[in-house]
């Protein structure tokens, strides 16, 4: 058994969860730079990194910068049932529940449905889960949705472009006639032409835990996430999506109207955005 404390003495004390090895270390072979798999997500949530992923997204920072972004798309266009197809940790199905939506919570890994469930109890809900793959969800979800939320960043653990265009189709095939899907993604066009020195490191939750780009080319971003209570550091590989490509891909499989948001922002305040949103329409 290894604990936090045993892989950093320094820094861990206090932390007395017990890991196995598998629990924190992920497995990314000997060259890490070839893994371009869209089911590697699996092994990269480990719990050593579910345990932790609070800590990244910090709900309260979130919450200070999502403000009620989503919930306002979604009251706008009378929304009533969402589905919460990447869950996590919970963070988006939580506040859909507090805001009074009937919530879905789905997610192709079920480390971090555990972690949802118990998330949502801690704020008083009882998560209602379902582990899918986003490539086969008509077959692991069923009912019709007013909404379908992909948010945090996950399209991008989609590799190939047939499982995009796979996803945005069971996505599309889920909501109503008049239905939303509501997806975000990192601004990568910056990463991507902005050459090596201009990828700044992306603080969250204060100095506690820094994300940062250690390799990138179009095929591949790869981050490391290094937290620093404890000194454990995961990674994730990801593929590096184009605004406008992602846009297209929307409209190629059905979405009317598109609508992309820099940073949560109605009108892009001048600031190159961290995040895109895109809010897309099926009439
Ligand atoms: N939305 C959460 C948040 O903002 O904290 C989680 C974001 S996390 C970056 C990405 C999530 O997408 C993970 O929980 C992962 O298991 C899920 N995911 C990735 N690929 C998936 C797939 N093909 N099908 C279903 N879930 C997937």
Known sequence: MTTAADRSPDTAAGLDTEY??????????????????????????????????????????????????????LRSRGVEKVLDVATGTGYNSVQLLKAGFETVS????????????????????????????????????????????????????LFAERDRRKALAEFYAMLSH????????????????????????YNYAGDTVTAEPEYVDDGLARFRYTFHDDGSVYHLNMFPLRKDYVRRLMREVGFQK?????????????DVPDYWTHVAEKT
Request: hydrophobic share 30%.
């Open 20 to 73: 196995s090895e598998a629990d924190v270390h992920q497995e990314f072979g000997e060259n890490p730079n070839e893994v371009r798999d869209t089911d590697h997500y699996q092994d990269e949530y480990i719990k050593g990194f579910v345990d932790k992923w609070d800590d990244y997204i910090g709900w309260e920072g979130r919450a200070a910068s999502e403000g009620s972004f989503f919930i306002d798309q």
């Open 106 to 157: 789905a997610d192709g890994s079920a480390e971090m449905l555990a972690r949802a469930f118990s998330n949502g109890r801690e704020h008083g809900h009882v998560l209602r889960v379902v582990q899918a793959d986003w490539r086969w969800l008509n077959r692991d979800v069923h009912g019709e949705y007013d909404a379908i939320i992909c948010l945090g960043n996950s399209f991008t653990h």
């Open 178 to 201: 008049d239905g939303v899907l509501i997806l975000d993604q990192r601004n990568y066009d910056q990463i991507l032409d902005g050459g090596f020195q201009s990828k700044h490191k």
């Open 258 to 270: 598109i609508d992309t948001y820099g940073d949560f922002q109605e009108t892009n305040a001048g």
